[in-house]
């Protein structure tokens, strides 16, 4: 096994077929992994995050196929953003992960002139999730009575529990610039995305557990759940998530994954042909 993750190695590890690209159950192995299976996960997780920043997956991620012992493997191409997402999403407690962060951010980080943070495809793997568990809170309540023209309460109630503010109080607090199309959710931390992630799906459950309705009922629970939460963060750390300081719009992050996804395939791309003609 690879004992040390390097930038020549990973250069040297490349194949061409046209651009550059490195085989998943190669790349594998040189992060330390030895089960597929494991490794599988990982990539799961690198291409939910691609999706979230709007960047083709099969572009990235290209399926392809080898033999070994005269079967038929299924495997990736994995284009130098496919191995950065995957080294991201990989475990740090790997030697080779660990060594592989590092040169992998570099090169983003260069391409793009600006640094990455290194937990922001945990922000925004998060804040995807919080989205989808808004969304099933919505339809739980609607499906117990709630009208559409009553969800601002609701939502406000659990805000309320959670930070002893309303929400439009609580952006005052925080001065969070919540305008072109933002939301306050973007510009939080990854510990405070997660306490709001658990505080929606579980008002969800105690919703269709204890088989509240109506708009009176929704509300209180949506606030004792939020008002839950916060004492568990209390305990837990002794800020009060009214307290959580704001963090980089990630909009603003994901742009900048972007243009890192355009930098790295031009280093990978085929040479362009000189339009100027031989002449004899």
């Known amino acids: 096994m690879q004992l040390e993750f390097n930038l020549e190695a990973f250069e040297d590890s490349a194949h061409q077929n046209g651009v550059r690209y490195w085989v998943a159950h190669e790349f594998m192995l040189s992060l330390g992994y030895e089960s597929w299976t494991s490794f599988q996960k990982v ?6 995050s691609c ?7 099969p572009e990235v991620f290209i399926a392809d196929t080898f033999i070994e012992d005269g079967k038929e493997v299924n495997t990736y191409r994995l284009t130098r953003f ?4 995957v080294t991201m999403h990989a475990d740090s407690k790997k030697p080779l992960v660990s060594q592989a962060k590092t040169v992998l951010a ?20 998060v804040r995807e999730e919080l989205k989808g568990g808004e969304s099933i809170m919505s339809a739980t309540a609607h499906q117990a009575g709630l009208k559409s023209t009553e969800f601002g309460i609701f939502k406000d109630a659990g805000f309320r529990g959670m930070y002893n503010l309303s929400l439009q109080q609580l952006i005052k607090h925080k001065g969070a610039a919540v305008e072109n199309g933002r939301t306050l959710y973007d510009f939080m931390g990854k510990t405070e995305l997660a306490a709001n992630l658990f505080r929606v799906t579980q008002t969800s459950e105690r ?22 939460v916060r004492g568990i963060m209390l ?7 009214e307290s959580l300081p704001l963090e980089e719009d990630l909009t603003k992050i ?3 994954l972007k243009s890192a996804n355009k930098e790295m395939k031009k280093l990978d791309a085929p040479p362009k042909k000189s339009g100027k003609k031989k002449t004899v």
């Open 207 to 228: 919703i269709k557990n204890v088989g509240t309705t109506g708009v009176t009922q929704l509300s209180k629970t949506a606030h004792e759940v939020g008002k839950e």
């Open 254 to 256: 994901k742009g900048r």
């Open 43 to 48: 990539i799961n997780k690198a291409m939910a």
């Open 106 to 125: 570099a090169i983003a980080d260069a391409l793009v002139a600006q640094q990455i943070q290194r937990d922001a495809l945990e922000r925004i793997e």
């Open 51 to 57: 999706a979230a920043l709007g960047v083709s997956i």
């Open 82 to 85: 496919a191995c950065f997402l």
């Open 235 to 241: 305990r837990s750390s002794g800020v009060a998530p």
